[in-house]
């Protein structure tokens, strides 16, 4: 049943603490495994994907407690891990899939990963085919392209890789893979990429190496259990920060917002289009640093996206589609080819669903353009079953005038559960 949306809402007020990051909360449960002793993970999101991480842990044996947002992993290293007598389903969720494989490609057992619809769409040559490399043994439909996928793994012998495409789960597979590995693994990308993985090995108390962009990581490191505080998300601030600049008389804080330099391209690209942002920046944390940002609405122009900033901010491309649709002029956004493979093919379902409520959008072969500034008009859209689009469209029906209904609101709890409590507590 499609759910109707706030529309015609004047003014967004108040203050919103964000829900933990989700790839900081991924990685935490898998370095808390791997790790000998104990790891507290405070402020952990509760979204189903990162609830599909902690169940396949459970599955392979590792005791995982859970009280809200607080969890206790008991980890026994990666000799820790058993052979699991059920199917991994990682739901919605390429994080899990990905990295997981990572881990699993070391271990001297078999096992089978499956996901929903969406994942059973998801390229993953581009992790099993370097941890075939690595020697893990992998099968899954059409070569190993998509689920259900079977990995017999053990014995691993570092690699070096130049990545073909700027993917942090690619990378990060191959570390979990590298640190298993008799030897060295050389990972090389592209363009830089969100680095939780290499800080959260450093807050373990492991050593990998990073000059430039690339990354060596030596096998046989010992992990030790350690504390984990989760700063929030930036890429679901990023909803907030939108409104509060596209909804006029709007004023909002956020705060313990995630601020690592490789996740703040929204930051960079909204002062760029004249967004009122103000930064406070806690006492400066080596492991991930955050901080309060403050919105307040303004005049927005139209600019130009691409390049090395793409990987900072794709996850945000969908709002800042629904941004730019509000500021004078054109807005370009290029070299996105990999919103494509996302939970949807999110260059189409950004300008389809825009395109009903009155957007003037028009996608290309690696992004959109987008021509503004256009008022938004009433109707009936859909998330495609994708967390983000569904959020995107919450925050455009909030400046329509006419009705807006929503189909699959549900997708958005795979990484924001309270978003439209938060969303409701600011009108
Ligand atoms: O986990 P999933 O489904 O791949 O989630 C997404 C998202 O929108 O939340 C992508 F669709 O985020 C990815 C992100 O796009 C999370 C991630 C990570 O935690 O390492 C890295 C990015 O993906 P990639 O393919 O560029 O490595």
Do not use: W
């Amino acid at each position: 049943m499609p759910i109707k949306l706030h529309t015609n809402v004047e003014g967004l007020n108040g203050e919103l603490a964000i829900p933990g990051d989700k790839s900081i909360s991924h990685r935490s449960i898998m370095f808390g495994a791997i790790a000998e002793g104990e790891t507290v993970v405070t402020n952990f999101l509760l979204g189903e994907d990162c609830l599909s991480t902690i169940d396949c842990f459970k599955k392979m044996g590792v005791i995982i407690e859970r009280q809200e947002e607080k969890v206790i992993i008991r980890g026994n290293g990666f000799e820790g891990l058993n052979e699991p007598s059920e199917v991994f389903d990682v739901g919605n969720s390429g994080t899990t899939i990905r990295l997981l494989l990572g881990i699993l490609a070391g271990r001297p057992f078999h096992s089978v990963l499956i996901g929903d619809q969406s994942i059973g769409k998801r390229p993953m040559t581009r992790v099993t085919m370097p941890l075939q490399l690595f020697g893990a043994a992998i099968n899954g439909r059409k070569n190993g392209e998509f689920t259900p996928l079977s990995i017999m793994g053990g014995n691993l012998k570092g690699i070096e890789y130049k990545l073909p495409v700027a993917s942090a789960q690619v990378k990060s597979s191959l570390l979990f893979a590298g640190l298993q590995a008799d030897g060295t693994t050389t990972v090389v990308e592209p363009v830089t990429t969100r680095d939780h993985t290499e800080r959260m090995i450093k807050q373990f108390g492991g050593e990998v190496e990073k000059i430039g962009t690339t990354i060596r990581i030596k096998g046989g490191q010992k992990l030790t259990g350690t504390s984990i505080h989760v700063p929030g998300d930036i890429s679901s601030a990023a909803f907030f920060l939108a409104a509060g600049a596209i909804i006029p008389e709007s004023e909002i804080k956020l705060t313990n917002v995630g601020l690592n330099p490789t996740r703040t391209g929204i930051i960079d690209i909204m002062k760029d289009m004249g967004a009122n942002i103000t930064i406070t920046q806690n006492i400066e944390n080596e492991f991930e640093p955050s901080g309060d940002i403050c919105i307040q609405s303004s005049a927005l122009k139209g600019t130009t996206i691409g390049g090395e900033i793409i990987p900072r901010l794709i996850d945000e491309i969908p709002i800042i589609a629904l941004m730019a649709t509000q500021a004078e002029g054109v807005t370009i956004i290029k070299d996105a080819h990999e919103l494509k493979v996302k939970e949807t093919n999110r260059i189409d379902t950004v300008v389809a669903e825009l395109t009903k409520l009155g957007a003037k959008i028009d996608a290309t072969e690696d992004g959109m353009i987008i021509y503004g500034k256009s008022e938004l008009t009433g109707g009936m859209v859909s998330s495609h079953g994708d967390h983000r689009i569904g959020m995107m469209l919450s925050i455009a029906a909030a400046l329509s005038k006419e009705d807006v209904y929503l189909e699959n609101e549900e997708a958005i709890y795979v990484s924001y559960p309270s978003f439209f409590d938060h969303l409701n507590s600011l009108i």
